[in-house]
């Protein structure tokens, strides 16, 4: 057994960063100190892994959490499904078995904020779930608090996308849209019954403040594509990771005899 001390709290998810340097073997796991997740439910992770999958994760069943930490776990559960398009339903559990390679590569990762369990199946070529009790934590209460919900929600939201960057070019298009669009329905209705419905110029003044802010928007939106692509290099993250090498029997031998070359 090695134990992992760290001179303060960085968190879960850097603590198990820091369990990961030191762990062996081809399969690990990870779990909770407070035991709400049994760890008699491990015997079922390793057999699942056993099938071929790459990281394995779990649901909890008959969560015995508050409403107020389940809600928004699901709700950030159905963001992160549809954002990543993996198919899992339960990313704030963490009891989960991961491929030695898996581990490797996540190793390989650079970032200071990071959601385990997203970054994990960036590298996994087969996941998969299975159903694991969940108790009512025995001893002591949760250290997340409201505000670092929160703040691990946005660690999610930017660890897996630059969306929401783009999202405001998307935004600032359709107010500039909506403004063009009102400007044409103006000038319309001006040739149809004249100047004195235009109401002294207020709606056409409506129409340009819509498409300058929606210029704006898309300022701050191509502004966000250009951070987005410095975050991505920022976080270092590796661009492929090589599980294996099949070499064929001619191609050794090949290799080997250039070798004797060199050494000569």
């Given at each position: 057994?090695?134990?992992?001390?760290?001179?303060?709290?960085?968190?879960?998810?850097?603590?198990?960063?820091?369990g990961f340097e030191q762990v062996r073997g081809d399969l690990i796991i990870t779990l909770d100190a407070d035991l709400q997740n049994p760890p008699e439910e491990i015997p079922n992770l390793v057999a699942k892994a056993e099938e071929g999958f790459d990281s394995v994760g779990t649901v909890r069943k008959n969560r015995q959490d508050s409403a107020l930490?389940?809600?928004?776990?699901?709700?950030?559960n159905k963001l992160v499904k549809r954002s990543t398009?993996?198919?899992?339903?339960?990313?704030?559990?963490?009891?989960?078995?991961?491929?030695r390679h898996v581990v490797d590569a996540m190793l390989e990762c650079h970032e200071r904020s990071t959601f385990i369990p997203v970054l994990a199946n960036g590298f996994s070529r087969h996941t998969t779930e299975?159903?694991?009790?969940?108790?009512?934590?025995?001893?002591?209460?949760?250290?997340?608090?409201?505000?670092?919900?929160?703040?691990?929600?946005?660690?999610?939201i930017t660890s897996m996308t630059t969306a929401p960057l783009r999202l405001l070019s998307i935004v600032g298009g359709?107010?500039?849209?909506?403004?063009?669009?009102?400007?044409?329905?103006?000038?319309?209705?001006?040739?149809?019954?004249?100047?004195?419905?235009?109401g002294d110029g207020l709606f056409t003044l409506f129409a340009i403040l819509f498409v300058f802010v929606g210029a704006q928007f898309v300022g701050l939106g191509l502004l966000g594509e250009y951070i987005g692509r410095i975050y991505s290099d920022v976080r270092a993250r590796p661009r492929?990771?090589?599980?294996?090498?099949?070499?064929?029997?001619?191609?050794?031998?090949?290799?080997?005899t250039d070798e004797s070359k060199n050494k000569e």
């Open positions: 057994m090695v134990g992992v001390i760290l001179n303060r709290n960085y968190g879960q998810h850097n603590a198990i960063m820091a930490r389940r809600y928004p776990s699901k709700l950030i398009g993996v198919e899992m339903n339960d990313y704030g559990c963490m009891l989960r078995a991961y491929r299975i159903d694991v009790h969940h108790d009512e934590r025995a001893d002591g209460e949760s250290k997340y608090s409201f505000m670092k919900l929160i703040s691990l929600m946005f660690d999610l359709g107010i500039a849209a909506a403004g063009i669009a009102f400007g044409i329905i103006l000038m319309l209705m001006r040739i149809i019954f004249g100047s004195e419905w235009a492929f990771y090589v599980q294996d090498v099949l070499v064929g029997e001619a191609t050794q031998k090949a290799r080997e």
